[in-house]
T-cell receptor
């Protein structure tokens, strides 16, 4: 069975501070990992995916297969980064995503 | 191009009543999904469909039914509503492609309260 764990329900940082949202997964095959974000009163949207190795809005995430982790990082948090962040895993066909429980990030001024 | 559209946005239902949440997408995506989002629990997959006429159960299908008569529409029906079905429901779609694609596009959600 596949599982995604986000250990922090809430994370609060100050503007300009580094931020790291943790994500660990359990899957026996080769997973595809994603980070989705939900800003206040907006729909869920893709932030980034591991296969692209891209940086979106200053966020990066590296897949560490040894530690089965896909932590999301940003060196300098901004107030507009305040949102709910979900780590998700696609482990097979049909693009079914298994989501973690989410981390609510608050960036204080 | 409206993307994924869900109706209604809000609804209050009495225990035992039935209703249908509507979902339509104009991106010609083959794959569609229904998730429910409960506070502190993340999103759980209810049902999904890989094309017109094909549906399958997800992680939490009990108390729900779906149909997929067209590529565009994927309604979710709640039969005999129970308080445990109070949740926010999200419809999503994706057009499968090569490795690394498969970005899900979500609707705005339907907040359902069962009293």
């Amino acid at each position: 069975a596949q599982r995604v764990t986000q250990p922090e329900k809430l994370l609060s940082v100050f503007k300009g501070a580094p931020v790291e949202l943790k994500c660990n997964y359990s899957y026996s095959g080769s997973p595809e990992l994603f980070w989705y974000v939900q800003y206040s009163r907006q729909r869920l949207q893709l932030l980034l995916r591991h296969i692209s190795r891209e940086s979106i809005k200053g966020f990066t995430a590296d897949l560490n297969k040894g530690e089965t982790s896909f932590h999301l990082k940003k060196p300098f948090a901004q107030e507009e980064d305040s949102a709910m962040y979900y780590c998700a895993l696609s482990g097979g066909s049909n693009y079914k995503l298994t989501f973690g429980k989410g981390t609510l990030l608050t960036v204080n001024p | 191009n409206a993307g994924v559209t869900q109706t209604p946005k809000f609804h209050i239902l009495k225990i035992g009543q039935s209703m249908t949440l509507q979902c339509t997408q104009d991106m010609n995506h083959n794959y569609m999904y229904w998730y429910r989002q409960d506070p502190g629990m993340g999103l759980k997959l209810i049902y999904y469909s890989v094309g017109a006429g094909i549906t399958d159960k997800g992680e939490v299908p009990n108390g729900y039914n779906v149909s997929r008569s067209t590529t565009e529409d994927f309604p979710l029906r709640l039969e005999l509503a129970a308080p445990s079905q109070t949740s926010v429901y999200f419809c999503a779609s994706v057009q499968p492609g090569g490795l690394g694609t498969g970005e899900l596009f979500f609707g705005e959600g339907s907040r359902l309260t069962v009293l």
